[in-house]
C-alpha cells in the first residue's frame, strides 16, 4: 500500500471512531441512529425495527417472550440490516443495569432535561404496535412499569437495608450537553426513576399506537413528535396532549389506582409463574394478606411521587452553583405559600435550555449581585411544563423579606404585570405542587397563599398575576 492510502485508511478510521465518540446518551442521537436504520433499510415499519432494536439490544426474556412472542416468532418479519457500530450504541443505551458504583445504564437524556430508560419505552411502544384490536394491548403495563414496581415494592419489603423508596432515585449527568454517565442520587430501588418515567412514556406511547388509526409512519417520527415538540408562543396551553413535558397529566388520564393494584398483582401472578426462583423467595415468606399490603403501600408512595407530585428539575440539570455558607433548615410545616414573578427574565422559557440558563442567571444575580447564599426561591415554574428546584423543600429561601421561615417563595420565569402565565402552568403550582407539600407534611392542609406585594412594598408578582391569584382557593388578605 502507498503511503499516501495508509494515511488515507488512517485518518478514515479515526474520524469512524470519533463519530462513535460523539454519539452521546441523548435521545436525539438515539433518534439519529433509529433514522439512520429506517433509511438504509428503505423506511421499514415502525414495528419491524423496534423489534429489530431491541433484539440487537438483547432485551429478551421468558417474561418478555410470554407477552411478545419469541425470537422465532413468524408473525414479524425480521430481516433488518443493522451495522455492528449502530448495534453497539442501541445496546450500550438500552440494556438497562445499575452497577456496584451507583451509575445506571441504559437511560438517556431527552430534549425536556428528563432522563428515561430506554427498553421499557421500546416494549411499550411494541406492545402497542402489535395489538391487532382497538383497546386491548398484551402486556402493556407488565412489560412498561408494573414488573419493576411490583418487584420493587417486594424487595423494599423485604430488604434487610432497603432504600428509603420502594421508587426512585432520580440522578444527575456527567454532563447535561454531552451527557453520558448518569449517577444515581441515593441507593438504588428496582424502580429508580428513569424506569418508571421511562415506562410511563411507554405506557402513553404503547396505547397511542394500539388505534390503527393513530399508527406512525415512523418510529424515528414517533419519538421525535413526543420527545422533541417545539413550543409555539401560545405555548403549553395550546400544545397537542402527546408530547413530554404533559407526561404526568397524561398518564393521570390514563391509569388510576384501581387499575395499577390490578396490573400489579396479575404482573406478579404471571412473573412468578414464569420465574421458579422468584416464586420460592416470595412464597415462602409472604402470605397473601401481607402481599396486598406491600402492594398497596408501595403504590402509594408510586402515586404520589409520580402522579399528584409534579416533576422538579433537580439542581444538578440545571447546572446549579453550590450553595454558599451554611443554609438554615425549615421547621416543617409550613403555612405560607408566597407567589413572585422574577420581571427579569421578562420573556417566558419555552424549553429546557432556556429555563436552564434562567435559573443560573438568577442564580448568578442573587449571589454575585445580592451577595445571596443562593437563588432566593423555594421553586421556579418555567412555561416548558417543569417546575424548577431552588432552595427546595427543606432549606429557607430568601424571597419574601420577614417571611422567609414560614413559607415557601415560588416565582414564575416572566413578567406578569399585563398577562398570565399559561394555565397549565399555574395548576402545576396551585394544584400540584400544593397537593404534593400537604401530603408530605411541608405545607400544612389550611395553608395561605400571599402574593410578594401583600407583605413587602413591590409590585411583584405583577397586576395580571396577582388578580389571578386572588380567585385561587387559598388565597387570604393578610390578617393584621
Ligand atoms: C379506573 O380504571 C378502571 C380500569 O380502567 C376503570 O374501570 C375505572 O372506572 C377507573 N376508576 C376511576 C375512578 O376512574
Ligand atoms: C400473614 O403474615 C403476617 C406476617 O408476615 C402475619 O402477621 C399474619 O398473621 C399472616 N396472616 C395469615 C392469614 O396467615
Ligand atoms: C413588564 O411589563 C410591563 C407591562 O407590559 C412593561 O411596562 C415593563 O416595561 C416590563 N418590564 C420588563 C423588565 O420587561
Same mark, same amino acid.
Given at each position: ?21 460523539? %454519539?452521546?446518551?441523548? $435521545?436525539?442521537? /438515539?433518534? %439519529? ?16 425495527? #423496534? ?28 430481516? *433488518? ?11 450500550? #443505551? ?8 451507583? #451509575?445506571?445504564? =441504559? ?21 402497542? *404496535? ?41 440522578? !444527575? ?12 442520587? =441515593? ?5 429508580? @426513576? ?36 417545539? +413550543? ?6 395550546? &400544545?397537542?396532549? +402527546? ?41 415462602? %415468606? ?11 403501600? =408501595? ?7 409520580? $402522579?399528584? !407530585? ?6 444538578? $440539570? ?36 432556556? !429555563? ?11 449571589? @454575585? ?32 423579606? =420577614? ?8 416565582? /414564575? ?12 402552568? $399555574? ?9 404534593? &407539600? ?21 409590585? !411583584?408578582?405583577?397586576? &395580571? ?7 385561587? %382557593?387559598?388565597?387570604?388578605? #393578610?390578617?393584621?
Amino acid at each position: 500500500m502507498d503511503l499516501h492510502l495508509t494515511w488515507m485508511v488512517f485518518l478514515l478510521l479515526i474520524t469512524r471512531s470519533l463519530m462513535d465518540d460523539i %454519539k452521546t446518551h441523548h $435521545m436525539d442521537d /438515539f433518534i %439519529k441512529v433509529v433514522e439512520t436504520i429506517e433509511l438504509e433499510n428503505h423506511a421499514p415499519n415502525p414495528l419491524v425495527v #423496534v423489534r429489530a432494536l431491541r433484539e440487537a439490544a438483547g432485551v429478551d426474556t421468558p417474561f418478555i417472550q410470554y407477552y411478545l412472542g419469541s425470537r422465532s416468532d413468524a408473525t414479524v418479519p425480521h430481516h *433488518l440490516v443493522i451495522k455492528p457500530a449502530d448495534a453497539g450504541y442501541i445496546t450500550k #443505551v438500552t440494556k438497562h443495569r445499575v452497577t456496584v458504583l451507583g #451509575v445506571e445504564e =441504559g437511560v438517556v437524556l431527552t430534549a425536556d432535561g428528563t432522563t428515561v430508560a430506554l427498553a421499557p419505552l421500546l416494549l411499550g411502544i411494541e406492545a402497542g *404496535l402489535r395489538s391487532t384490536s382497538l383497546g386491548r394491548v398484551r402486556g402493556l403495563y407488565p412489560l412498561t412499569l408494573t414488573k419493576n414496581l411490583g418487584q420493587s415494592f417486594f424487595q423494599h419489603a423485604q430488604s434487610k437495608r432497603p432504600a428509603s423508596s420502594p421508587v426512585g432515585p432520580g440522578g !444527575c449527568w456527567d454532563s447535561v450537553m454531552t451527557p453520558r454517565v448518569f449517577t444515581l442520587s =441515593g441507593v438504588a430501588s428496582l424502580a429508580t @426513576e428513569a424506569l418508571i418515567t421511562g415506562g410511563m412514556d411507554g405506557v402513553i406511547l404503547g396505547s397511542h399506537v394500539a388505534e390503527h388509526s393513530s399508527r406512525p409512519l415512523r418510529l424515528s417520527g414517533l419519538l421525535k413528535q413526543y420527545y422533541n415538540h417545539q +413550543l409555539s408562543r401560545e405555548g403549553l396551553d395550546a &400544545a397537542p396532549a +402527546l408530547i413530554s413535558p404533559l407526561r404526568r397529566s397524561r398518564f393521570r388520564k390514563l391509569a388510576n389506582l384501581t387499575l395499577l393494584k390490578r396490573q400489579i398483582r396479575r404482573t406478579v401472578a404471571t412473573y412468578q409463574s414464569l420465574d421458579k426462583d422468584w416464586n420460592k423467595e416470595v412464597e415462602q %415468606k409472604v402470605n397473601r394478606t401481607k402481599m396486598e399490603q406491600i402492594v398497596n403501600e =408501595g403504590l402509594k408512595e408510586f402515586v404520589h411521587s409520580y $402522579m399528584d !407530585c409534579p416533576a422538579i428539575v433537580p439542581r444538578c $440539570m440545571w447546572e446549579a452553583e453550590p450553595y454558599r455558607g451554611s443554609p438554615t433548615l425549615l421547621s416543617l410545616p409550613l403555612a405560607f405559600l408566597f407567589i413572585h414573578h422574577t420581571y427579569e427574565p421578562s420573556q417566558p422559557c419555552l424549553t429546557f435550555q432556556q !429555563c436552564a440558563r434562567d435559573m443560573r442567571a438568577m442564580q448568578r444575580f442573587h449571589q @454575585e449581585d445580592r451577595g445571596w447564599d443562593d437563588i432566593g426561591y423555594s421553586f421556579v415554574a418555567g412555561s416548558d411544563g417543569y417546575l424548577y428546584e431552588g432552595r427546595g423543600w427543606h432549606w429557607q429561601g430568601a424571597h419574601t423579606k =420577614g417571611h422567609n421561615s414560614k413559607g415557601y417563595g415560588v416565582s /414564575f420565569i416572566g413578567n406578569y404585570t399585563s398577562s398570565i402565565p399559561p394555565q397549565r402552568i $399555574m395548576d402545576l403550582v396551585r394544584l400540584q405542587l400544593t397537593k404534593c &407539600a400537604t401530603d408530605e407534611g411541608n405545607l400544612v392542609s389550611d395553608f395561605t397563599v400571599h402574593g410578594h406585594r401583600q407583605l413587602v412594598s413591590t409590585s !411583584c408578582p405583577g397586576d &395580571a398575576l396577582y388578580s389571578e391569584i386572588k380567585g385561587w %382557593k387559598h388565597f387570604e388578605e #393578610v390578617k393584621q
